[in-house]
């Protein structure tokens, strides 16, 4: 099967990651959301990884072809995209895999643990972003990368939605989650 990782922390999953979700799963035989255990990047406020695991299974449930992968979270530690592509590639050798990032992502990149090399040896599908052109120079140096520009079509952030909740406007941030996501936050007095 060819699958497509869409990892992330998921703090929260929103509709942004649900509508990728659904457009991957057209095109690829199986869509897995990968959940970091430590981004290594500093996410106020931070929610622990089960947390962020059940929320991301809750916002994909509806999506026949799609799952969640704990595999950064049963790792531990840092996140790092090179090892999950090695574990994944060891452990599932039946499967192609081709990770997918977001176009707000592509400039960071280079600064990713082992990119140089792990843009060579993996696949890679950039999904358009609002507000983030992807921009050629940016692809070089990857040897396969898809481009889908019709990914995107929802213009969410975790970051502002987890602003809104702290300031008490749910509202705003119901717009944004998954109906279920959006309960389980309630349930579980997260981002207050």
Same mark, same amino acid.
């Given at each position: ?27 690829? &035989? ?39 992968? &704990? ?27 081709? %990770?997918?990032?977001?176009? &707000? ?6 600064? %990713?643990? &082992?990119?140089?090399?792990?843009? $060579? ?24 990368? $898809? ?15 987890? $602003? %809104? ?17 959006? $309960? ?9």
């Amino acid at each position: 099967m060819h699958i497509a990782l869409l990892g992330g922390t998921f703090n929260p999953p929103h509709m942004g990651h649900v509508h990728v979700a659904t457009r991957l799963s057209k095109r690829f &035989d199986e869509v897995w959301l990968v959940v970091a255990n430590d981004p290594n990047k500093k996410e106020k406020p931070y929610v622990n990884p089960q947390h962020r695991l059940a929320m991301a299974k809750l916002a994909v449930a509806s999506i026949p072809n799609a799952k969640v992968s &704990d595999v950064e979270i049963r790792r531990g530690g840092t996140s790092y995209t090179t090892d999950t592509l090695k574990e994944l590639s060891d452990s599932h050798s039946e499967h192609a895999f081709t %990770w997918v990032i977001g176009a &707000d992502l592509l400039s960071d990149f280079p600064r %990713w643990k &082992d990119s140089a090399a792990l843009a $060579q040896r993996a696949r890679f599908a950039v999904v358009s972003r609002p507000g983030y052109p992807i921009k050629a120079k940016a692809l070089r140096g990857f040897s396969h990368i $898809q481009i889908m520009a019709d990914a995107s079509g929802v213009d969410a952030s975790s970051t502002q939605i987890r $602003q %809104w909740i702290h300031e008490s406007k749910m509202e705003n941030a119901k717009a944004r989650l998954p109906n279920a996501v959006s $309960q389980y936050i309630r349930k579980n007095k997260l981002y207050g």
